[in-house]
């Protein structure tokens, strides 16, 4: 399995977690607060999970606007505003650190 | 009782009076019956001679079996029969995939390096479900046992005890095992996540807790208190599972943990000291800075525990209680006070040193509003 940080703007929790039940992930995935610009206030939120090539394939799909089937329409343009990093190497919070270093993200 | 093996294994006899012999032999040494639970010949002689071949499943079940009865003792059984024995004791075991299992309703039993969703405590009915599935563990597992891998970002493992309690909170992990108390205010519900206990839930604890335990082989919660022969009784229980010893603090670092002065301490920007009532005061308004007291070099990729009580919290900004290296904030596992909510408790968190750590502080920004005194900081280290 691979590991993946995915995260988006706070305003896009719920579509995104909407995104996430309608893959079958359950409620409430997006769970980590975070701040872009180091400040108390929650500007982004995200969640790490263990996924699959298929999953990182339909991930891809779905950016470039090819969206995975059963996904309700008015979510699909939810998808570009979430983003994701995946890794083969860090796992957890290794993982979770290493993608806000590089995005100037603290957890809040 | 002792049983000495004087049957030969070694090849002179058919596969089947092998069989029959350790199958008495087991029986004799655990009891009758006790070869039918370990059920599996493919299993006993892959456990025997890891090179012979037999299933994966074969082996990991007998491996697990055995390690479990650990030659006559029995620990966690027996665990259960000597102290957790009240209403309200759970005790939930990672190190077995019997009552773990892969789906919530619990028909799917775990397989190695498969999500967690259902745990079933051995005792008092109580299960664990973690519906999303982003946010269960792993279940891992080799020829010791198996053992529950949360990723310490947003995974949580919940449970709700038959009854509101004051007791303890076991966590027994790879590297360390860990007590704590946890108060019957707290509810029903116990979180262990991220920052076990899991703060923004209502519950208060040490935070980062759960990289110093590590891989967790168990989670229990006892109503009341637990001797300290008691806990040596759990951590040794899980000890043939790789099980780290129990967790203890050093003497305390601080020279100055009273606020009643500022001997030893560097008040930066934003932080005053109100000798009246001996606390250091944080008023919104000012730039980001940082309290610290600096008492010398820390040892790297050690944990160590830091508390600070948070007399009141007029506005949480971004407050953070951490480990220095000067007035820097090192440490990625930030102890982060999230709200006014937390006013009046003493929080508390484990950080592990960084190269060039040397004290510990409370990082304040332009909207921090705090009150603070009696901090500590001091090692951990772990025995038995």
């Known amino acids: 399995m691979t590991s993946a940080i995915l995260w988006t703007p706070a305003a896009n929790r719920a579509a995104a977690d909407m995104i996430g039940a309608a893959l079958g992930w359950g409620e409430g ?80 | 009782m002792t049983k000495l093996i004087t049957t030969p294994l070694g090849g002179a006899e058919g596969l089947a009076i092998i069989k029959t012999r350790l199958q008495a032999i087991t029986d004799g040494c655990f009891g009758t019956g006790a070869y039918a639970g370990a059920a599996n010949w493919g299993g006993v002689r892959a456990l025997l001679n890891p090179m012979l071949p ?31 024995t009240g209403a309200n004791d759970v005790l939930f075991d990672f190190t077995d995939p019997v009552g773990n299992f892969a789906d919530t309703a619990g028909t799917v039993q775990i397989t190695h390096n498969t999500a967690l969703a259902r745990s079933n405590s051995l005792i008092n009915g109580v299960n664990s479900q973690q519906a999303t599935s982003s946010l269960r563990g792993l279940w891992m597992s080799d020829n010791t046992g198996g053992w529950y891998r949360p990723d310490q970002t947003d ?41 076990t ?53 050093e003497p305390e670092l601080l020279t100055n943990t009273t606020y009643t002065t500022t001997t030893n301490l560097t008040l930066g920007t934003g932080w005053t000291h109100d000798a009246g009532n001996g606390r250091a005061v944080r008023a919104a308004g000012s730039a980001q800075g940082v309290i610290r007291e600096n008492p010398g070099a820390l040892v790297t990729d050690a944990f160590y525990n830091i508390e600070m009580d948070f007399v009141s919290i007029t506005a949480a900004g971004t407050t953070r209680l951490q480990l220095v290296a000067g007035s820097a904030l090192t440490s990625t596992s930030k102890i982060i006070i999230t709200s006014t909510a937390l006013a009046g408790r003493r929080i508390s968190g484990v950080q592990k040193a960084v190269a060039g750590d040397d004290g510990m502080g409370v990082y304040g920004n332009s909207a921090t509003y705090v009150v603070i005194d009696n901090p500590s900081m001091r090692r951990m280290t772990k025995g038995w």
Request: aromatic content about 8%; glycine content about 12%.
């Open chain 1, 29 to 108: 995935s997006y769970t980590i607060d975070l701040s872009a610009d180091g400040g108390a206030s929650i500007t982004h939120v995200a969640c790490r999970a263990d996924v699959s090539p298929a999953f990182i394939d339909m991930f891809g799909a779905a950016k470039a606007g090819s969206y995975p089937p059963g996904l309700p329409e008015a979510l699909q343009p939810a998808i570009a505003a979430i983003e994701g990093d995946f890794s083969d190497t860090l796992w957890g919070a290794a993982h979770l650190t290493a993608v806000l270093d590089t995005h100037g993200m603290e957890r809040v």
């Open chain 2, 54 to 84: 037999a299933a994966i499943a074969n082996r990991e079940a007998v491996g697990s079996y055995i390690a479990k009865l650990n030659i006559l003792n029995n620990p966690v059984s027996r665990l259960v029969a000597a102290i957790f």
């Open chain 2, 155 to 195: 995974d949580l493992f919940a449970f709700n005890l038959p009854s509101a309690v004051t007791g303890t909170l076991i966590l027994v992990g790879r590297n360390g095992t860990y007590f704590e108390t946890r108060d019957a205010a707290l509810g029903a519900t116990v979180n262990v996540g991220w920052l």
């Open chain 2, 197 to 249: 206990p899991h703060i923004r839930n209502g519950t208060y604890g040490k935070m980062n807790i759960l990289e110093a335990v590590g891989d967790v082989l168990a989670i229990g919660f006892k109503e009341g208190a637990l001797t300290d022969d008691q806990k040596l009784h759990i951590a040794r229980a899980f000890r043939p599972f790789g099980g780290g010893g129990i967790w203890t603090l």
